[in-house]
């Protein structure tokens, strides 16, 4: 087996000059004894702050200080970091002058495709700062442009990877470098890829997981570590649960689900491509490196615990046929139609004899005109400011207490999981 293994330290790990000393420390540590490859995220809130630039440049507003707020934040680092001479303050004036450049030309160009080239440059930023630090430090390191490595299709800010080509490119770009006897730490962009013409592509909003998970497949690593400023997977978010707890083990698939339910700790897409090389994942504190963290494989946890999942704002649709037909085949098919028409992603969906019913994200700018279009043919009524609950390994005595106050609208129960749709008042 290889001894490859993959980083990743997210925008909190990176988020000022104390930090960036901090995970150089963590490197330093690793580097001696394994092949590592580092991929790294936008620093602090930068991809945000790069949202933001690119949304007012698109209405024709003025984003000059805004940018003037995201370079200070960039040269502050590096004053910290670096002697007044290093050639670091150059390389970032570069990225920085040409995300304005970009910025200034960007009505020519569709909004996804500017998404794509722009916000991406937080990543080019980060990279670039770390990896002249770590050389800096005498820790050997190489920065790779992660647009050499990854490829993908051109569904700009959601892009899909050619697992293929991207195997090919880390196997000739990356592998031959790790192969030698004591290799630099590879530093690599997340949540990027590159287009077959070339062009800057993104995986979706706190893609740098997934890009780990990508990298990690490609070599065969041994193991990918998540850096966070948490302690490792908790059993609920510490913002609703004040006892949260840590996972200390879970299965590929636990994982898997707690993430599609709507967990935030792992990127949704970062697991199937370990699981299916069997590559286990460690979640890990930043602050607390030696601590143990969360560790995830194939293997089935000792402990059950159970874990719960909040997703607020939730907008609960029941539609029922106007002729009081029943709900059949042809009226779902209308229904999804009309949802995938409008992009409206379901959370929980229930279907019985005379009603199909919903629980979505309430965003208006979706659900007002879906609700419009499902009107024209199906009875609709919704009840908003629900809240959707989901508890893995649950028991009752975790849904009495959960249930405590509240008033209970749909239920579903299968043997691992209850999903319940809830409002705060009890009936
Ligand atoms: N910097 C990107 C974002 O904030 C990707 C990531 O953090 O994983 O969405
Ligand atoms: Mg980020």
Request: hydrophobic content about 40%; glycine content about 4%.
């Amino acid at each position: 087996m290889s001894a490859i293994q993959v980083f990743k330290f997210g925008g909190a790990s990176i988020i000022s000059a104390d930090a960036i000393k901090n995970i150089s420390t963590i490197i330093q540590r690793y580097k001696g004894s394994t092949p590592l490859v580092v991929v790294i995220s936008a620093m602090g809130k930068t991809t945000n702050a790069l949202e933001k630039v690119l949304n007012l440049a698109s209405s024709n507003k003025d984003f000059s200080d805004d940018m003037q707020a995201l370079s200070a934040y960039h040269y502050q680092i590096i004053e910290q970091l670096f002697p007044k001479q290093a050639s670091i303050y150059n390389e970032i004036h570069a990225i920085l002058d040409k995300i304005e450049n970009d910025l200034k030309s960007i009505s020519k160009a569709s909004y996804n495709y500017s998404y794509d080239r722009i916000v991406s440059q937080g990543e080019f930023l980060s990279t670039r700062i770390v990896s002249a630090y770590l050389q800096s430090a005498g820790i050997p390191s190489i920065y790779k442009d992660v647009r050499t490595l990854i490829r993908t299709d051109n569904t700009y800010r959601e892009a899909k990877v050619n697992w293929e080509a991207t195997g090919l490119l880390i196997s000739q770009h990356i592998q031959p470098i790790l192969n030698e006897a004591n290799p630099p730490v590879i530093i690599t962009q997340g949540f990027i890829g590159c287009s077959e013409e070339g062009e800057s592509t993104t995986l979706g909003r706190e893609g740098s997981d997934y890009s780990a998970a990508i990298i990690a497949h490609s070599l065969d690593a041994a193991c990918v570590t998540i850096w966070k400023d948490v302690p490792g997977v908790l059993n609920a978010d510490p913002q609703y649960f004040s006892d949260a707890q840590l996972l200390p083990h879970l299965s590929y698939q636990d994982a898997i689900e707690l993430a599609y339910y709507g967990a935030t700790v792992i990127h949704p897409k970062t697991m199937k491509p370990l699981q299916n090389k069997n590559i286990p994942l460690k979640v890990k504190s930043f602050l607390q490196p030696d601590a143990n963290g969360t560790l995830v494989d194939a293997k089935e946890p000792l402990a059950v615990i159970p874990s719960f999942i909040f997703k607020t704002n939730q907008l609960l649709i029941s539609i029922s046929p106007k002729d009081f037909s029943f709900i059949v085949e042809e009226n779902i098919s209308d229904i999804f139609n009309l949802l995938a028409h409008y992009r409206v992603k379901v959370n929980l969906m229930q279907h019985s004899a005379l009603s199909f019913q919903l629980s979505v994200d309430n965003d208006a700018s979706k659900t007002q005109p879906l609700y419009a279009a499902l009107s024209q043919k199906f009875i609709v009524e919704y009840r908003d400011g629900l809240e959707l609950i989901t508890v893995r390994n649950y028991n009752q005595a975790t849904i009495e207490r959960l249930m405590k106050n509240k008033t209970q609208w749909v239920e579903q129960k299968n043997s691992h999981t209850v999903r319940l749709v809830v409002s705060k008042e009890a009936n």
